[in-house]
């Protein structure tokens, strides 16, 4: 959530801003809003101040035998007017509210305008596979090899979802075990979060109410403030994990970890080549989360883009990492760097971290704040995320990058140990 005396003190600024995104917005009825909310606010302080100075009076006067009855009128139509007041500032206090909880983050200063056409690639790791010989997509090979069982995945699930089978689940976990065998060795806290969240979760987070429609609901009632939902990503439990609290300058920066399925609404293909687990909804992913100091913030995704693609580097894969244009940032996020994996069967590079600054946007949402050492004033802290890694992208980019000629796979050296020191994967026989 933006900050109402920022918008209050610079307008044209904010606005400016936000068009970096290619978001419209006017601000002429919120400060009208804001003007109409403090003037409620100081008349009814000033109407409160008077009825407790009289409601102190009142008994004194009563002892003296003074006839106070016209006072208790006064006093009583005050209190109307005070709850008249009490009403209407609820009602405009919704109303900024409503209105701000709909504006996306504002993009930092050296996120370049526009959408994803703009997006800068920094740099790359490795070249681009060679081939001897005519490669197999991963949905080939995931088959061939018994790894994934697409079939009857869509027969328990639907569409958009699989099985992993055999060594596709040894595969998957040993994924999984690299990344969180990684993220503990630099000191990050590994956790497990529930799966269903409450409405709240997803309105710190900065997915509702704009995008309360992408989750899947517990329930089939109307999207409101008892409504629970399955996660989209840890990241939406971990910013909740400090949520309405004051912590210690001395305690940040805090850093998590938590390993999740993530469930999303969006259908299982897009475009004909998305097919398999580029796109589903249901996959793993290890999820990596900072809360800071504002003045840490930067450095703190800095670390994060690091880390994750030190995960893929580790895997061998080849690979680029982007900096985003500010209309493909999400909603929430300042700044966002993402590192997008090689599938040679696409000839595309395909998003597997997404690595992002929220500066102080879901911490006002949250209401989490930090109290400096010796200070009694409280601030807002910074807040990051990145995945670390996401598991239904670096597979199909693994099979496809260490396919072989007679259709085995190399596996990754880091993965053999959970692989029972394995080397490579053959195909089934039949």
């Known amino acids: 959530m933006l900050d109402i005396q920022r918008i209050r003190n610079n307008p044209e600024e904010v606005k400016n801003a936000l068009q970096k995104r290619l978001f419209e917005v006017d601000f002429t009825e919120l400060l009208s809003w804001d003007q109409k909310r403090r003037s409620i606010i100081i008349e009814a302080d000033e109407l409160k101040a008077k009825r407790n100075k009289v409601s ?55 996120v370049v305008a526009g959408g994803k056409e703009n997006n800068r690639v920094i740099r790359t790791f490795g070249e681009k596979p060679e081939f001897s010989f005519t490669p197999k997509n991963h949905v080939d090979l995931v088959t061939s090899l018994g790894l994934i069982d697409y079939e009857r995945g869509v027969k328990i699930g639907g569409n958009g979802f699989w099985v992993y089978t055999g060594d596709g689940a ?75 609290e004051i912590l210690n300058e001395e305690d940040l920066p805090k850093k998590y970890f938590a390993y999740t399925p993530c469930y999303r609404k969006e259908a299982g293909s897009y475009r004909a080549e998305e097919r398999g687990m580029i796109r589903g909804h249901q996959f793993n992913k290890v999820e990596m989360f900072q809360y800071t100091l504002p003045e840490q913030s930067e450095a703190a995704l800095e670390e994060l883009v690091n880390k994750a693609e030190r995960l893929v580097q580790g895997l061998g894969l080849h690979h680029r990492v982007s900096k985003l244009a500010a209309q493909d940032c999400s909603a929430s996020m300042g700044k966002t760097f993402d590192i997008e994996i ?53 597979l199909p980019a693994l099979v496809e990058q260490y396919q072989q000629e007679d259709g085995s796979v190399i596996i990754p050296e880091v993965l053999r140990k959970w692989m029972g020191g394995r080397d490579r994967l053959y195909p089934i026989k039949k």
């Open 56 to 110: 102190g009076e009142i008994p004194v006067l009563m002892k003296q035998g003074t006839d106070v009855s016209q006072l208790k009128a006064e006093m009583k139509e005050i209190g109307d007017q005070i709850k008249k007041l009490d009403d209407e500032l609820r009602d405009i206090e919704k109303k900024i509210n409503d209105f701000l909880a709909g504006l996306p983050n504002i993009p930092a200063e050296d």
């Open 170 to 244: 040894l595969l998957e976990w040993a994924l999984l075990n690299y990344f969180i065998e990684e993220h503990t060795k630099d000191g990050y806290q590994f956790m497990l979060p529930p799966h269903i969240l409450t409405y709240q979760c997803g309105y710190t987070a900065g997915q509702f109410p704009k995008f309360a429609e992408d989750v899947f609901k517990v329930e089939a009632s109307e999207v409101s403030d008892r409504m629970q939902f399955i996660l989209p990503t840890a990241e939406t439990a971990l910013i909740n994990y400090h949520r309405d």
């Open 342 to 394: 090689w599938i040679p069967s696409m000839n595309d590079y395909k998003e597997v971290s997404s690595c992002s600054n929220a500066y102080d946007y879901q911490a006002r949402r949250g209401n989490i704040r930090f109290r400096r050492k010796d200070s009694k004033k409280t601030e807002y802290v910074h807040t990051l995320n990145a995945s670390g890694l996401a598991t239904s992208r670096i």
